[in-house]
Every structure is written in C-alpha cells, then in structure tokens.
Nanobody, 114 residues
Framework: QVQLVESGGGLVQAGGSLTLSCAAS????????MGWYRQAPGKQRELVAA???????NYADSVKGRFTISRDNAKNTVYLQMNSLKPEDTAVYYC????????WGQGTQVTVSS
C-alpha cells in the first residue's frame, strides 16, 4: 500500500516562508514524477511544481522565482521551499507521486495572512 505523508503546512504572514515535505513509501516502482498541487476554496486543483527522477522541474507561472521544488530519490521524499508567500498562496497543498499509478497525499493547509 503506497502512502504519501506530508508535513510542514501552517500559518505564516505574507512575505514569510514555509517548507513542505512529502515522504512516499510502499511502492514497488520508482516514482518518475513527484510534485505538489494546491486547491483553494471554490477553485480547481492546480499544479504548483513537479520534479522528475532526473531532476527536471516544472513550475506554475504564479510561483516561479518564489518556490523551489527538490527531491531525495534515496528517501522517496519531495520538498517544496516556499518563499515570499502571498495571501493568494493560501490553499490545501497536496503531494503527488506517479509511476504507472498516480498517488495523492491527504493534503496540508497553508494559510498566508496579509
């Protein structure tokens, strides 16, 4: 049974920083892609950032230059360093890991106050 365990969400003031972590376990296969999505109230879930097993990254335009995604393949863990946070970054952040299947974490709340 694959499990994605997220940590690091919370409440921060605008301009502050948070780091999210997601540890994946239980898969027989390596995860080709790991990443983070977010969903704000009343909005669709959207890609924030993703990273392949070879380190290729992809970011939403709204977070470029502020967020950095990284991963530790040996630990099957993906990180999201979020700097210069804005109130519009407030959302539930979901970890995603994909190989031949697609897996999701339970979500962690990030709230940025103005």
């Amino acid at each position: 049974q694959v499990q994605l365990v997220e940590s690091g969400g919370g409440l921060v003031q605008a301009g502050g920083s948070l780091t999210l972590s997601c540890a994946a376990s239980g898969s027989r296969y390596n995860f080709e892609s790991m990443g983070w999505y977010r969903q704000a109230p009343g909005k669709q879930r959207e890609l924030v950032a993703a990273i392949t097993s070879l380190g290729r990254t992809n970011y939403a335009d709204s977070v470029k230059g502020r967020f950095t995604i990284s991963r530790d393949n040996a630990k099957n863990t993906v990180y999201l360093q979020m700097n210069s946070l804005k109130p519009e970054d407030t959302a539930v952040y979901y970890c995603n890991a994909a190989n031949i299947f697609n897996y999701w974490g339970q979500g962690t709340q990030v709230t940025v106050s103005s």
